[in-house]
């Protein structure tokens, strides 16, 4: 019964965060987008859900690995410390969304598995915490300068009508090298917890597993639909946020962060560590707002956003380390 009891909440989350990265995620990859809707807004949603389900067959699942298996491990005594650890960081990044502020599902995560698994009693892998840390806090920091050196360097150049044929096929291969860079890293934590699911079921075989790309592929695309749900639900409050309400952008300015975001993210993907698209998207838009003139950002909007992400780690961690305590101490551990 207990094991049913597992798979069931293993399932559950797994929706939930799917759902929820839509809330947080689809309304930032889509910002600009609904902001400059060059092409019919529907092909861009095309576009993402068309990334989510082939970005993990075509370039592999490292990522996912990375967050399934690489913090405490996955082994069946420790799936009951991965649902903890997920649900909490469910909790508080849904609280952040619906207050309007997206935040970095990869640090609540992050923070959520590393409490559970202390709270359990468990070690936790600390190169590989650190390294993710580490690269998750320059994602920010490295696009606002990247975004900033990129709209210096648009200012040598004569204006461009915003829908002249140049900003639209910038800005939709723009778009799609965001998207890319989404599904084969940040967009993997949904994987991650759905591998984990899956393998709970009996007869299950693994989800990650090379040889099973039939099976990736349903799972992608089943993520992906909960994905789409959750970020319709929610893409003109979330997207308003990053959009038209983080910084006066200029179409330069706009495409110039989506280039800086997929960038930072891609090359994070190579090391296999997870990062916050909404961390290196926010961080591209306010250094390339800021590069025309410091007025240009809204400086409150920025310190709300980025006092959600400082409250997200910290809070997924000591909420999962509580649970996780409670958790052991009554089923009488030592």
């Not at 800086?260 to 390339?288: C, F, I, K, R, Y």
Request: charged letters at 10%; a positive charge; proline letters at 4%.
């Amino acid at each position: 019964m207990q094991g049913v009891l597992l798979c069931a909440g293993l399932l559950a989350v797994a929706v939930a965060l799917a759902v929820i990265s839509g809330i947080n995620d689809g309304g930032v990859l889509l910002a600009p987008a609904v902001r400059y809707p060059v092409v019919p807004v529907g092909w861009f949603v095309a576009v993402l859900c068309l990334a989510l389900v082939s970005g993990p067959l075509l370039l592999g699942v490292s990522v996912a690995r990375t967050l399934e298996s690489g913090i405490f491990g996955g082994q069946d005594d420790t799936r009951s410390v991965f649902l903890i650890g997920v649900a909490v960081a469910l909790v508080v990044v849904l609280g952040l969304s619906r207050g309007g502020l997206p935040t970095s599902l990869t640090l609540a995560l992050v923070g959520g598995l590393s409490g559970a698994a202390w709270g359990s009693g468990l070690g936790v892998a600390g190169g590989t915490v650190g390294k993710v840390l580490l690269i998750g806090a320059a994602a920010p920091t490295v696009g606002m300068l990247a975004g900033w050196l990129v709209g210096q360097l648009s200012r040598m150049r004569p204006a461009e009508r915003r829908r002249t044929g140049t900003f639209r096929a910038l800005h939709v291969t723009a778009f799609s090298l965001q998207c890319l860079a989404y599904a084969i890293n940040d967009g993997q934590k949904m994987l991650a917890v759905a591998a984990v699911a899956v393998a709970a079921l009996p007869g299950a075989v693994a989800v990650l597993d090379s040889g099973n790309p039939g099976m990736l592929a349903a799972v992608s695309g089943t993520l992906m639909l909960l994905f789409c749900l959750g970020m319709l639900s929610s893409v003109r409050a979330v997207s308003g946020r990053i959009a038209s309400g983080l910084a006066v952008l200029r179409p330069v300015d706009a495409i110039s962060a989506q280039f800086v975001a997929a960038a930072s993210v891609l090359a994070s993907s190579a090391a296999g560590a997870p990062v916050s698209m909404t961390q290196a998207l926010a961080g591209g838009v306010v250094g390339a707002a800021g590069s025309k003139g410091m007025r240009r950002v809204r400086w409150d909007a920025a310190a709300r956003i980025a006092g959600a992400w400082l409250v997200t780690l910290p809070a997924s961690g000591t909420g999962a380390f509580a649970v996780a305590a409670l958790v052991r101490y009554a089923g009488g551990a030592p």
